[in-house]
C-alpha cells in the first residue's frame, strides 16, 4: 500500500486539467449520438433489408471498429491525439449520415463499405483520448482520471436509448444525422479546445502512471523500455509486446473478461424471455446497473487507491464472477437477477479503471500501439461474444452463467499475474524522488 494520503474525489475533479475536462466532455457529446452500433439491426430491417443482410453490416461494423483502435494508435504515434481526434471524428460524421442513404434495395455492398468505414473511423479516437488522458492528468491521480472517462462513456450510453426513442417518433433517418453531428461537434471540440502538443518526446519518462499512485516499480515497462531503447518502429514495438509475457497475460484477461462481461447484454435478456419475465424487466436491470455504476464509481475508485493495483484486479474479477454466478438462479426470483447485475457492476468498478489505465503506464514511444492493442482485443471480443455465448447457452442452460463465473475468475488471475508488481521501497522508474507523488506538468497544463 502506498504511504501518500488516500485519493480523494474532489481532490481528483479539483486537479483535472481543463483540456482533460474539454476532452471528457467531447467524450459524452460522442456518445451520446453513438446510435450505429445499437440500432443499425433495427433500423435495416425497418427499411426493408433481411435479418441476414442487417447482421452483415453489424459483423462490418465490428471488424472496422477492431481495425479502427489499431489504425488511431498508429496515427497518434506518428501526428498526435489532437489530430487524431479530429480526423477519425470529421471521416467518421459523413460517413455514419449516408448509412440512411444507402438503406435502399440494391445497395448492399456500398452500405458494407460505409458501414466498415464508419466503424474504422469511429472508433480510432479512443487510442488518441486514453493517450491524452494519461499524458496531461497528473500521476497521482491516473486511474482516476480513467474511471472519469468511463463514466462519460456510461453516461452517454445510458442516455443514448432514450434520446434514440424520441428521435425515432420522428423519423428513423434522424438517429444517423444527429450521429454524425456528435461525431463533427466533437472534431471541432478538438480542433478548438485540445492541446496542439501532449505527447511526451521520445525517451521521455511515460511510465508511473498507476505506479506512483501504487508507491511500486511497473515492472511491465521493463519490455516497453527496450523497444523505446531500440526504435520507435511499429514492428518493433508489436514484436517486444509478443515477447512481453506479462502483458501478453493481461491482454488475455481483456479478452476473457470482456467475452464473459459482453453475456449480460447477449444472453441475460434471452434468459430472461425464457423465464417468462416481463419486457421491462430486463430494462429496470439496465437501469440499476446504470445507476450504481455512474454514482459510485469514483468514489469507489478514490477509496480502492490505496491498494496494489494487482489487489484492485483480481479482487474486481471475483466479484464479477460472482454476480455472473448468480445469474444462474434468475429462473427463481428477479431478486437473484438483481443482486447478480449489481455484483457485476460492483466488479467492474473495482476491476476496470486499473484495466483500462494500465497501458497507460508504458513509456510514450510505445503507449499508443498498447493502449490500441488492448482496445483492439477488448473490440475483438465483443464482436466474438454473440456466436459464442448463444451457442453455449442454449446448450448448457443455467450451466453457461457457473462457466460465465469460473471464465472471469480465470481472466483474473491471468490479470493479477499481468499487472503485478515486484515488491520494492523504490520509486517507479525514472521517476525523481524529490518529486515524487506531486503532481507532474505535461503537454503545458497543470
Same mark, same amino acid.
Given at each position: ?46 427499411? %426493408? ?19 479502427? /483502435? ?40 456500398? @452500405?458494407?463499405?460505409?458501414?466498415? *468505414?464508419?466503424?474504422? $473511423?469511429?472508433? +480510432? ?43 425515432? *417518433? ?11 453531428? /456528435?461525431? @463533427? ?5 478538438? $480542433?478548438?479546445? @485540445? ?10 519518462? !511515460?511510465?508511473?502512471?498507476? %505506479?506512483?499512485? =501504487?508507491?511500486? +516499480? ?6 516497453? =523500455? ?6 520507435? =518502429? ?22 476473457? %473478461? ?65 454476480? @455472473? ?11 437473484? /437477477? ?64 457457473? *462457466? ?7 481472466? !483474473?488471475? $491471468? ?19 524529490? /518529486? ?11
Amino acid at each position: 500500500m502506498t504511504e501518500e494520503a488516500p485519493v480523494r474525489v474532489f481532490d481528483a475533479l479539483k486537479a483535472t486539467p481543463a483540456p482533460v475536462r474539454y476532452l471528457l466532455g467531447g467524450v459524452l457529446v460522442n456518445q451520446l449520438g453513438a446510435f450505429v452500433q445499437t440500432f443499425l439491426v433495427l433500423y435495416l430491417t425497418y427499411r %426493408g433489408a433481411s435479418v441476414s443482410a442487417a447482421g452483415l453490416a453489424l459483423v462490418a461494423y465490428s471488424i472496422g471498429s477492431i481495425f479502427g /483502435t489499431m489504425l488511431g494508435a498508429e496515427i497518434t504515434h506518428r501526428s498526435g491525439p489532437r489530430t487524431t481526434i479530429m480526423v477519425a471524428m470529421a471521416a467518421s460524421a459523413p460517413l455514419v449520415a449516408s448509412i440512411s442513404w444507402l438503406s435502399g434495395p440494391g445497395m448492399l455492398w456500398p @452500405l458494407l463499405a460505409v458501414v466498415g *468505414l464508419a466503424g474504422l $473511423f469511429t472508433q +480510432a479516437y479512443r487510442p488518441a483520448a486514453a493517450v491524452l488522458l494519461s499524458d496531461l492528468m497528473p500521476d497521482r491521480y491516473q486511474v482516476m482520471a480513467f474511471s472519469m472517462m468511463r463514466i462519460a462513456l456510461n453516461i452517454g450510453a445510458a442516455l443514448a436509448p432514450l434520446i434514440a426513442a424520441v428521435v425515432i *417518433l420522428v423519423d428513423w433517418d434522424l438517429l444517423f444525422w444527429i450521429d454524425g453531428a /456528435t461525431a @463533427l461537434v466533437y472534431a471541432l471540440l478538438a $480542433f478548438a479546445l @485540445l492541446p496542439k502538443k501532449a505527447v511526451e518526446p521520445a525517451g521521455a519518462a !511515460g511510465e508511473g502512471a498507476d %505506479g506512483a499512485a =501504487d508507491g511500486t +516499480a511497473d515492472e511491465d515497462a521493463t519490455a516497453a =523500455d527496450q523497444a523505446e531503447a531500440e526504435t520507435a =518502429d511499429g514492428r518493433s514495438a508489436y514484436a517486444t509486446m509478443l515477447r512481453d509475457r506479462k502483458y501478453l497475460l493481461y491482454l488475455g484477461a481483456i479478452l476473457l %473478461g470482456s467475452l464473459t462481461y459482453a453475456q449480460g447484454h447477449i444472453v441475460l435478456p434471452l434468459e430472461l424471455a425464457e423465464d417468462h419475465y416481463p419486457t421491462g424487466f430486463y430494462s429496470t436491470v439496465l437501469t440499476v446497473s446504470s445507476v450504481v455504476l455512474i454514482t459510485c464509481e469514483l468514489k469507489i475508485t478514490a477509496y480502492l487507491s490505496r491498494l496494489p493495483k494487482h489487489v484492485r484486479v483480481i479482487s474486481g474479477h471475483l466479484v464479477e464472477a460472482v454476480g @455472473l454466478a448468480v445469474y444462474a438462479l434468475s429462473p427463481r426470483s428477479g431478486a437473484f /437477477t438483481i443482486t447478480g447485475a449489481v455484483l457485476v457492476v460492483c466488479g467492474i468498478m473495482i476491476a476496470a479503471p486499473s484495466m483500462f489505465a494500465h497501458p497507460a503506464t508504458f513509456p510514450a514511444a510505445v503507449k499508443a500501439r498498447y493502449i490500441g492493442t488492448m482496445q483492439a482485443v477488448g473490440g475483438a471480443a465483443s464482436a466474438l461474444a454473440p456466436l459464442f455465448g448463444v451457442y453455449l447457452w442454449t446448450r448448457l442452460g443455467g450451466g453457461f452463467w457457473l *462457466l460465465c463465473g469460473i471464465v472471469t475468475a480465470v481472466a !483474473g488471475l $491471468f490479470a493479477l499475474a499481468g499487472v503485478r508488481q515486484p515488491p520494492g521501497p523504490g520509486p517507479a522508474k525514472g521517476a525523481d524522488p524529490r /518529486t515524487e507523488g506531486e503532481p507532474e506538468v505535461v503537454g503545458g497544463t497543470s
